[in-house]
């Protein structure tokens, strides 16, 4: 063991810790999204790996967050591009070693940034050890209580055990040679724990104090509502293609007795100093269900996926504000804010209406209201720089598995995957020396790193200046409302609230609107001609 790890084993994450009335931090953290692969290459195999991260570090604390989440690096076949965790205490050899996850942790620390890593617990890979084992031992084995391993239904088991649709498409059961089938409710390779055995629960705990010992500030739970299923696996009885990003209420996902699970985790990461989290990826049919997993006794935050959904639309985007807000005041969380992450299509096309340029107006505006909010916020890599979604990939070059299927996911997740430019006229723009495991555009030499840094009226220095604004004021960030204010009858699909003395306004619509300056400006996602006209598609915030 190196001195790094074994000081990790006694030391808490060297970060200060809250003091007298403030906050936990992630209480109103900016915290940024890097999706490993996708980010900066080190070594030129065109797969972006831990080096490439550490490298980068000081560009994210130039940007201003205050934490940052890393997508899966752990030992996996790469099925579903890591979230088939084949060890996961085990970095894969694609994206480094160990060290160089220790390496990451501990600059991240120096620079005064927090880290928080990806935890995948309602399934593993086919190839973990564990899997592998139980389907050596054949039916009957203890092995197979750890998973969902039952006998199909039909003359000879040939039918599934239930009706149950894998969120790829197709059953969510596969057959094995001697006849039982095992439940995956995403790919076959990606078969689901079964959470009511102890084993499952004694080895994730085991999991959690290895990256806490390691020195990570918090885990982002992936499908931190799947893990329990109803009693009996009952048949879902329609016809009915699931969604990866959905809100259906169903017999396998956001179950009561989830929140067990996450009661036993919370003890574990208050043996911890330095406010170590836990965040869910919890999709549930309302905020009120989100709120319950962030119990006092529970997690810490939830995503917000209901505000990701919310489209662009003023009486939309307010009631899902205020639905959120008054969700989390109850149980004293924060509520989160979120645009885009690597499972959804970017929001600058989100918002285009078939037109980009229309996409990133709306997509700067959009940012802006996100970051006054009260609570913590989540920046997906690029989103920064305006990045569109790829959407002509090559089918050849295409990963996602929900590609492969009939009647899988919409959207392709691969488009908004693409390898972030950083500098240069041609591809792949600083991410490496050996291209980029997806093809990056052309346009994207004017939106990398590079050619936007220096420039004001770039969407980087738009993110830059929110970020430090946000953290110069402490009417932002904190607090758990707004305070909508009155805006003129001609007014129709404005927002606009204020905190404390800042005040945001927000124009939703396609025209301009006139209506009295609050305040001096701060900050415009757009050009302001006159103080009391907000342009089409704009967000402004003043100091009022």
Known sequence: MTQHLADALTSDSGLPTTTGTRPGWWREAVIYQVYPRSFADSNGDGMGDLEGIRSRLPYLKELGVDAVWLSPFYASPQADAGYDVA????????????HDADAVIREAHELGLRIIVDLVPNHCSDQHEWFKQALREGPGSPLRERFHFRPGRGEGGVEPPNDWESIFGGPAWTRVADGEWYLHLFAPEQPDFNWEHPAVQDEFRSVLRFWLDLGVDGFRIDVAHGLVKAPGLPDLGRDEQLKLLGNQVLPFFDQDGVHEIYRAWRKVLDEYAGDRIGVAEAWTPSNDRTALYVRHDELHQAFNFHYLTTGWDADALRATIDDSLDAMRPVGAPSTWVLSNHDVVRHATRFADGDPALGLRRARAAALLMLALPGSAYVYQGE???????TDLPDEVRQDPSFFKENGQDGLRDGCRVPI????????????DGGSWLPQPAEWAGLSVAAQTGDPASTLELYRSALRIRRERSDLGAGDAVEWLETPEAAEGVLAFRRGDFVCTVNTTGEPVRMPAPGTVLLASGDLAEPDVLPADTAV???G
């Open 87 to 98: 060890d996961y205490r085990a970095i894969d050899p694609m994206f480094g070693t160990l």
């Open 384 to 390: 920064e720089l305006g990045l569109p979604e790829v």
């Open 421 to 432: 430019p950083w500098s240069g006229e041609q591809a792949p723009y600083g991410f490496g």
């Open 541 to 543: 915030w003043w100091q």
